[in-house]
């Protein structure tokens, strides 16, 4: 079956990069994408890419995509108090399938 | 501004009460999912409607049970609540494959 894994903690200084990591397992993922938890809220969509592709970047964030070791990772530069979050990674197995299949979060915690 | 609205944002309720969370999209969207969201287990899917008053069982349908008589609207019913079902509650919507999930605000729900 299809799964998705992640490290459940990070912390990072302000300032500092922060790199979430996240494997999975379907090759066929037509898209990947990272979403944001922020306390007491919904997961909101902070950015995806395409599986054809192997980079993406958008002003502080650049997600990277290994296709052939099934790894994704989301960095986040200049890391501020306000990106203390649960991050998930999820991955879309395309035409077929109703639900995307989500892991189980990264907690990242900004010490100032 | 596209929305999915969960009715309450906190609930508390009595062992052997029956439950509805309800939860609205206004986007048209075809597919509505209810997770539920527990400390290290991440997000786990209970149950998702593809159509009106379709339904399919997710990965922990137990005690639950769900209704889509209306396109917008999905509703999540506890028959008889435990207090094992205290989490939060996440309600998704998506119009299909390759496409966003947007989730609402989420539902703390404590079962005393």
């Known amino acids: 079956g299809e799964d998705v894994e992640q490290s459940l903690f990070l912390s990072v200084r302000e300032g500092d990069s922060s790199v979430i990591n996240c494997t999975y397992t379907?090759?066929?993922?037509?898209?990947l994408y990272w979403y944001k938890q922020e306390p007491g809220a919904g997961l909101q969509l902070l950015t995806y890419?395409?599986?054809?592709?192997d980079m993406k970047q958008d002003q502080r964030l650049t997600v990277l995509l290994n296709k052939k070791d099934k790894h994704l990772s989301l960095r986040i530069a200049d890391t501020q108090t306000g990106d203390s979050a649960i991050y998930f990674c999820?991955?879309?197995?395309?035409?077929?399938?109703?639900?995307?299949?989500f892991g189980k979060g990264t907690k990242l915690s900004v010490i100032p | 501004d596209v929305k999915v609205t969960q009715s309450s944002r906190y609930l508390v309720k009595r062992t052997g009460e029956k439950v509805f969370l309800e939860c609205v999209q206004d986007m048209d969207h075809e597919n509505m999912f209810w997770y539920r969201q527990d400390p290290g287990l991440g997000l786990r899917l209970i149950y998702f409607?593809?159509?009106?008053?379709?339904?399919e069982k997710g990965d922990i349908p137990e005690g639950y049970s769900v209704s889509r008589e209306k396109k917008e609207r999905f509703s999540l019913i506890l028959e008889s609540a435990s207090t094992n079902q205290t989490s939060m509650y996440l309600c998704?919507?998506?119009?299909?494959?390759?496409?966003?999930?947007?989730f609402g605000q989420g539902t703390r729900l404590t079962v005393v």
């Open positions: 999820a991955e879309d197995p395309g035409a077929g399938s109703y639900q995307l299949t």
């Open positions: 379907d090759s066929s993922s037509t898209y």
């Open positions: 890419i395409f599986s054809n592709m």
């Open positions: 998704a919507s998506r119009q299909g494959a390759n496409t966003e999930a947007f």
């Open positions: 409607s593809y159509d009106v008053k379709m339904k």
